[in-house]
T-cell receptor
Framework: ETGVTQTPRHLVMGMTNKKSLKCEQH?????MYWYKQSAKKPLELMFV???????ENNSVPSRFSPECPNSSHLFLHLHTLQPEDSALYLC?????????????FGAGTRLSVL | DQQVKQNSPSLSVQEGRISILNCDYT??????FLWYKKYPAEGPTFLIS?????DKNEDGRFTVFLNKSAKHLSLHIVPSQPGDSAVYFC?????????????FGKGTKLSVIP
């Protein structure tokens, strides 16, 4: 099993669709993250969960809704997205959210909103 | 305003030579720095890190140098190999509350020419 697995790898959706991105980590970590990477921009942190509680929400629009049912799984529920939401969505995990944190990333979901 | 800057979008180096990737930061609260490497269709993978109490950290062919007074760090790859061709991201974090948050640069695409 790879460390952090994301599904699906590619997703095309219309603006009225509802879809979900899934992330699973097999590293025994207790913190998980969602990032967005748009073309020509740095990775942007969207959400952080530590011990299944959300500890950060970086002013992300409500059309993105995260869910962390346990420390190994993280979801990003998508609803009525806009074309500018097309991007690579990356999930990461780390041992904890203290100092000197190394985050381990999944391969990402390439999302296209039509 | 970008707090972590990688001013060179791309770099080409001959195989066997040294690759030097640069990163500048503006936030003096950053005290832990990481380099990630990303191949196409994969997530970023952790490469090497350095704490602000050090000015150099070495791991095999990879060395990271930190100049705190200049708020500058660099990644040296010696000797460069074709398999090193990838996008390299510099990231930074602080300590204390919010230290889980990594701030990324836009990345530098390294091409190692055989």
């Amino acid at each position: 099993e790879t460390g952090v697995t994301q599904t699906p790898r590619h997703l095309v959706m219309g603006m009225t669709n509802k879809k979900s991105l899934k992330c699973e980590q097999h590293l025994g970590h207790n913190a998980m993250y969602w990032y967005k990477q748009s073309a020509k921009k740095p990775l942007e942190l969207m959400f952080v969960y530590s011990l299944e509680e959300r500890v950060e929400n970086n002013s992300v629009p409500s059309r993105f809704s995260p869910e962390c049912p346990n420390s190994s799984h993280l979801f990003l529920h998508l609803h009525t997205l806009q074309p500018e939401d097309s991007a690579l969505y990356l999930c990461a995990s780390s041992q904890d959210w203290g100092t000197t944190i190394i985050q381990y990333f999944g391969a990402g979901t390439r999302l296209s909103v039509l | 305003d970008q707090q972590v800057k990688q001013n060179s979008p791309s770099l080409s180096v001959q195989e066997g030579r040294i690759s030097i990737l640069n990163c500048d930061y503006t936030n003096s609260m950053f005290d832990y720095f990481l380099w990630y490497k990303k191949y196409p269709a994969e997530g970023p993978t952790f490469l090497i890190s350095i704490s602000s109490i050090k000015d150099k950290n070495e791991d095999g062919r990879f060395t990271v140098f930190l100049n705190k007074s200049a708020k500058h760090l660099s990644l040296h790859i010696v000797p460069s190999q074709p398999g090193d061709s990838a996008v390299y991201f510099c990231a930074a974090s602080g300590t204390g509350a919010g230290s889980y948050q990594l701030t990324f640069g836009k990345g530098t695409k390294l091409s190692v020419i055989p």
